[in-house]
Structure formats: C-alpha cells, structure tokens
C-alpha cells in the first residue's frame, strides 16, 4: 500500500466525492419531505394503479401496498435510480481514476517505475474506494435522520431498522466497485471501462425491473447485483439479509482479486 498514491486520489476524488455525499443527503431530505406531503396520495394510487405496485415492487423487492407506512415510503429512497445514478458515476468515476486511466493516457510506466509495486497501487485505490462506499452508503440514512429533526412528521420514522439497507447498500457499492476495478485491470481505455461497467449495471438494474413482468427474467434475475439488495422487505421484517449480503460481498472479493491478479501481470503498453 501507498500512503502517496492514496493521498493523490484522495485529492483527485474530493471534489467529486463531497458533491455526491452531499447531494445523497440532500436528495433524501428532500425525499421524506415529499412523502411527508403525499403519503396519502401515494397510497391511494397505488390502490388504483396496480401497474404502480408493480413498478415499485420492482425496485424495492416487495410490494409496497401492503405496508404504506411513512418508513415503507421512505426506504424508497433508498433504491431510487437518482441515488444510484449518482453514487455508481463516482464509483466507476473512482475505480478507473488510476487502474486504467494512467493506462490510457501513458503515464502508467512512469507511475510504474516509482518504488511502488502493482499490487501496492491497485490496494491503495481499493482503500479510496470501500472509504467512500461506507460513506456513500451512509449517507441516506444521514439524510433521513436529518429530516426526522426538522420536519413535522405525521409518524416517527423507525431509524434502528433503516440500518439495514445501509449495511445492504455498502456490499452493492463493493461489489460495483470490486466489478470496475477488474475491468478497469483488463483494458487499455478508461472509455471502455467505463462503458463496460456501466453496461453490467444497466443490465442488472433492467433484469431486476423485468423480473416482475416477464418470467425469464425473473429466472435470469440472480445474475444481477441488485437481486440482492432488496431493502422494504428487510425493513419491513427486520431481518438482516444476510444471505444476499454475503452473495454481494463475494462478489466484491472474486472481483477485486481476479483484478489485481490481472493487474499485476498484464502488458503495460508503450506510449
């Protein structure tokens, strides 16, 4: 590990990183204040639109009909696509930074001719990134309870248990991360990598939204990373998912170590 390759992206991805942690909160106070305003009316659509429950059911893994409650509709947010947009664009943004972009643009060599070894930087931005993973899957549950203090709410929101997509949400952020630092080992343009990264996370997104109106990609449905994040069911039961925790976790792993073993012995091209 490199105390000064850590401290460099930790200067390059500042900027960037206080803008989405900032933005997370931001959005989910802005979030509750509007189910603090509509849950009556979101309710009653949902008793009229069935195509409504299916689309939420689709994002959240359960069926939000049953349990309109104010924390129900909040963990909404919590698997919002704005959320994930923003949070997936850092990461993507964060892991090819130096993996492959020095790559990219020919300065690997010179970076590789310090005494830094390829494992020791591809560890030093893996540290960057579960930092800020564990702080961006922080961050929501921040801004919920940030709301709970200045707003007149119509009930208490249940706060203990809006942990658990917290601790669900960070695996997901791993796992995305662990996923683009193997692809960022594989390829020469930071370009490619980010579109390959992006395209798996599309995909898992669009399966996971099929799987509740088509059967096969219902069958298809546990290829993708966000089967396993499922957060009004775990709200609601106040279990922990475990299971899926673990499947996300391993992901995270199996990726992060097939990239540094690719990193570590792939052909740097010359300038």
Same mark, same amino acid.
């Given at each position: 590990?490199?105390?000064? /390759?850590?401290? &460099?992206?930790? $200067?390059?991805?500042? !900027?960037?990183?206080?803008?989405?942690?900032?933005?997370?909160?931001?959005?989910?106070?802005?979030?509750?204040?509007?189910? $603090?305003?509509?849950?009556?009316?979101?309710?009653?659509?949902?008793?009229?639109?069935?195509? %409504?429950?299916?689309?939420?059911?689709? +994002? %959240? @893994?359960?069926?939000?009909?049953?349990?309109?409650?104010?924390?129900? %509709?909040?963990? /909404? @947010?919590?698997?919002?696509?704005?959320?994930?947009?923003?949070?997936?664009?850092?990461?993507?943004?964060? #892991?090819? $930074?130096?993996?492959?972009?020095?790559?990219?643009?020919?300065?690997?060599? %010179?970076?590789?001719? +310090?005494?830094?070894? *390829?494992?020791?930087?591809? /560890?030093?931005?893996?540290?960057? #990134?579960?930092?800020?993973?564990?702080?961006?899957?922080?961050?929501?549950? #921040?801004?919920?309870?940030?709301?709970?203090? +200045?707003?007149?709410?119509?009930?208490?929101?249940h706060l203990p248990r809006l942990w658990i997509p917290v601790t669900n949400l960070c695996p997901l952020y791993l796992a995305i991360s662990g996923l683009t630092m193997f692809v960022s080992s594989t390829v020469s343009r930071r370009s490619t990598a980010v579109a390959i990264a992006l395209a798996v996370?599309?995909?898992?997104?669009?399966?996971?939204?099929?799987?509740?109106?088509? !059967?096969?990609? &219902?069958?298809?449905?546990?290829?993708?990373?966000?089967?396993?994040? $499922?957060?009004?069911?775990?709200?609601?039961?106040?279990?922990? !998912?475990?299971?899926?925790?673990?499947?996300?976790?391993?992901?995270?792993? /199996?990726?992060?170590?097939?990239?540094?073993?690719?990193?570590?012995? *792939?052909?740097?091209?010359?300038?």
């Open positions: 590990m490199s105390r000064a /390759i850590i401290a &460099k992206t930790i $200067r390059d991805t500042t !900027p960037l990183f206080l803008l989405v942690l900032a933005m997370a909160v931001v959005f989910l106070m802005l979030f509750v204040a509007a189910m $603090r305003e509509f849950a009556g009316e979101i309710t009653q659509l949902l008793l009229r639109f069935p195509i %409504l429950q299916k689309m939420i059911h689709a +994002l %959240l @893994g359960a069926n939000l009909a049953d349990d309109a409650s104010l924390t129900s %509709l909040v963990t /909404i @947010g919590f698997a919002h696509p704005l959320l994930f947009a923003m949070t997936w664009a850092f990461l993507i943004a964060t #892991c090819t $930074r130096v993996i492959v972009a020095e790559v990219d643009r020919g300065t690997a060599d %010179l970076l590789l001719t +310090l005494p830094v070894s *390829r494992a020791a930087a591809f /560890i030093s931005v893996s540290v960057v #990134c579960v930092a800020s993973s564990i702080a961006l899957s922080v961050a929501p549950w #921040c801004g919920v309870w940030l709301s709970q203090q +200045l707003y007149h709410l119509s009930e208490p929101l996370l599309l995909a898992s997104f669009l399966i996971n939204f099929l799987a509740v109106f088509l !059967p096969l990609a &219902k069958q298809l449905s546990f290829l993708g990373l966000l089967y396993y994040y $499922r957060p009004l069911e775990s709200v609601r039961s106040g279990n922990w !998912p475990l299971k899926e925790i673990g499947a996300l976790c391993g992901v995270a792993v /199996i990726f992060w170590l097939a990239g540094l073993w690719r990193f570590c012995r *792939r052909d740097i091209p010359a300038v």
